[in-house]
């Protein structure tokens, strides 16, 4: 049956296909994305589609977001990157921010204007405790100081949300990109999701209203972290069994249309076998996903851990699912422009980005031991 929410997600499959269509080749190589592209598939919520409908969004679950964003990343990950950012961004908002923050916010996120999520620095990457970005509040005014390194679609932004301490605690600042103080630099030639924007930010001294301050402040930082990399990691996770979709889907046409030695490529056993686990990879991720998804719908108490499980199965598989249909297409994936070398190099930056597999490795590891003879691991 069909539901307003199933027609919100058709409607926006279908944009985003139309606006991608076969273009991710060309704009991988420049490094660059459309910003009217971008600016519209945010218009039409696409960008950040579980903000709820009063805010502009379309309120679609975790499960079909989910849906979503994989059919984003098997067209382009860098376009699925931003709107990774984008929603981390709404969830952000919609998780620290007070209702009138929330009610000046989203709808700009609904509405067009775009948004990074500043995490990193050069000595904080997963030890937050090395983190020096400063949020200092006094009175009616906000001061933020620091720098942010690998800011997925800051290039793009036209706000900021930064992660720093503040007093004894954390807090985000929602900080617009065209602030005095506020200098971009775009990280030259990366070598996976090229055109997402990613840039380093300084912050030198950016005055703020205390207002941009999310539900003011004074959160502990790495509770913080962990609830605004929730969102991160789920979209990650889904994205990556787009990726193993698509690259599922090129292999096998690959092999269906090539012979060799008097015999067509998928009749081979040693073929049939890789395609076999590109399918069991694809599967995988897909049921872990689904999982997180039905966690995070139900606000299931075990949702950090299934969507860190979701994010370390999903990553892992898309490396060594995109290096499979390398392995198949042989020459026909050795050249930049390709889709399938284009997520080769694209799946295993998703090994490193929102928790390198190794942290997410410990923080499994850590629930296991937390849930040790409670029946619930």
């Not at 910003?35 to 039409?44: D, K, T």
Request: charged residues 20%.
């Amino acid at each position: 049956m069909t539901t307003v929410a199933g027609e919100r997600h058709t409607a926006a499959r279908d944009l985003t296909s139309t606006l991608i269509g076969d273009r991710a080749g060309g704009w991988d190589l420049a490094g660059e994305l459309p910003v009217a592209v971008l600016r519209e598939l945010g218009r039409r919520g696409a960008l950040c589609a579980q903000v709820p409908v009063e805010f502009g969004g379309l309120g679609l679950s975790s499960a079909d977001n989910g849906e979503l964003t994989a059919h984003t990343g098997g067209l382009c990950s860098s376009v699925r990157s931003v709107q990774t950012s984008q929603g981390m961004a709404a969830w952000s908002i919609s998780r620290f921010g007070d209702p009138e923050q929330r009610r000046r916010y989203l709808p700009r996120l609904t509405g067009g204007r775009l948004a990074a999520v500043a995490f990193s620095e050069v000595d904080a990457g997963s030890d937050l405790s090395a983190m020096t970005t400063r949020i200092e509040v006094a009175g009616d005014e906000a001061v933020v100081t620091g720098e942010k390194v690998w800011t997925t679609a800051a290039g793009y932004a036209d706000l900021i949300l930064v992660v720093g301490r503040s007093g004894s605690g954390a807090a985000v600042a929602v900080v617009p990109r065209d602030s005095p103080g506020v200098r971009l630099t775009r990280v030259p030639h990366p070598s996976g999701c090229r055109a997402a924007g990613h840039a380093d930010v300084r912050l030198d001294a950016v005055r703020l209203p205390v207002s941009a301050i999310l539900g003011g402040g004074g959160h502990d930082l790495s509770m913080l972290v962990t609830a605004m990399l929730l969102y991160g990691r789920m979209s990650v996770a889904w994205g990556c069994v787009g990726i193993l979709r698509e690259c599922l889907r090129v292999s096998a046409t690959h092999v269906r249309s090539r012979s060799q030695f008097g015999t067509e490529l998928a009749r081979h056993q040693l073929v049939s076998r890789h395609l076999a686990e590109l399918l069991v990879a694809e599967q995988v991720a897909t049921r872990a996903c689904e999982h997180a998804s039905r966690c995070w719908d139900a606000g299931e108490p075990g949702l950090v851990a299934a969507v860190v499980l979701a994010k370390q199965v999903s990553s892992q598989n898309a490396a060594r699912g995109a290096a499979t249909a390398v392995q198949l297409l042989a020459s026909r994936a050795a050249h930049d422009g390709s889709p399938v070398a284009r997520a080769y190099r694209d799946a295993k930056l998703m090994e490193i980005i929102e928790g390198t597999t190794e942290i997410c490795q410990l923080v499994l590891a850590d629930h296991v031991l937390a849930t040790a003879g409670r029946g619930d691991a």
